[in-house]
């Protein structure tokens, strides 16, 4: 079993539509979740952060938290075309360790 | 958000010549660095495991005496690719912690051996 997994999609929505991304991890110990973006050929850049289980909120981003089910996901309300990236989700099971990835998935909003 | 610098964005070099690729952060001291490489559609790869002022920590299956790692101060962190070959060709990609939990990503770096 993979430490993250996500599903490689590519998952197309249609634009103004929710887009749910779903990442599932191994490792019980875990405590810090990250969703990252990356752009073709660029580098991740940040979207959310979640350490508590429950819902955080940053404008059209929502990440979820469930430690009991071993799953973090993303949701994207009203997408956007310039949200079809890859999204990637990381986990670090201390704050001084380093991020373990997944795969990502790839998200096309369409018009 | 924080920042992370890397330099250059892009280098071609032919096959048998070193690289070295730098990685700042330019509004907080980074204690630790991470250095990561992504081939084409797939996903990053960490390399190694960098801490200021103590040898990288790299993982299984990179070699640490062709991936130099180098993190001499709190903002900065070099990667030298030895001896390059076409097969090195790839997108290396910095992150730095800020002190806290956050992990920000420099914007890359492509590199082509040729």
């Known amino acids: 079993q993979k430490e993250v997994e996500q599903n490689s999609g590519p998952l197309s929505v249609p634009e103004g539509a929710i887009a749910s991304l779903n990442c599932t991890y191994s490792?019980?110990?875990?405590?810090?979740f990250f969703w990252y973006r990356q752009y073709s050929g660029k580098s991740p850049e940040l979207i959310m952060s979640?350490?508590?289980?429950g819902d955080k909120e940053d404008g059209r981003f929502t990440a979820q938290l469930n430690k009991a089910s071993q799953y973090v996901s993303l949701l994207i309300r009203d997408s956007q075309p310039s949200d079809s990236a890859t999204y990637l989700c990381?986990?670090?099971?201390?704050?001084?360790?380093?991020?373990?990835f997944g795969t990502g998935t790839r998200l096309q909003v369409t018009l | 958000g924080a920042v992370v610098s890397q330099h250059p964005s892009w280098v071609i070099c032919k096959s048998g010549t070193s690289v070295k690729i730098e990685c700042r952060s330019l509004?907080?001291?980074?204690?630790?660095m991470f250095w990561y490489r992504q081939f084409p559609k797939q996903s990053l790869m960490l390399m190694a495991t960098?801490?200021?002022?103590?040898?990288?920590?790299?993982e299984q299956g990179v070699e640490k005496d062709k991936f130099l790692i180098n993190h001499a101060s709190l903002t900065l962190s070099t990667l030298t690719v030895t001896s390059a070959h076409p097969e090195d060709s790839s997108f290396y990609i910095c992150?730095?912690?800020?002190?806290?939990?956050?992990?920000?990503f420099g914007e890359g770096s492509w590199l082509t051996v040729v």
């Open positions: 990381a986990i670090s099971p201390s704050t001084a360790s380093k991020l373990t």
């Open positions: 490792d019980r110990g875990s405590q810090s």
């Open positions: 979640i350490y508590s289980n």
């Open positions: 509004d907080f001291q980074a204690t630790t």
């Open positions: 960098s801490n200021e002022g103590s040898k990288a920590t790299y």
């Open positions: 992150s730095a912690r800020n002190g806290g939990n956050t992990i920000y």
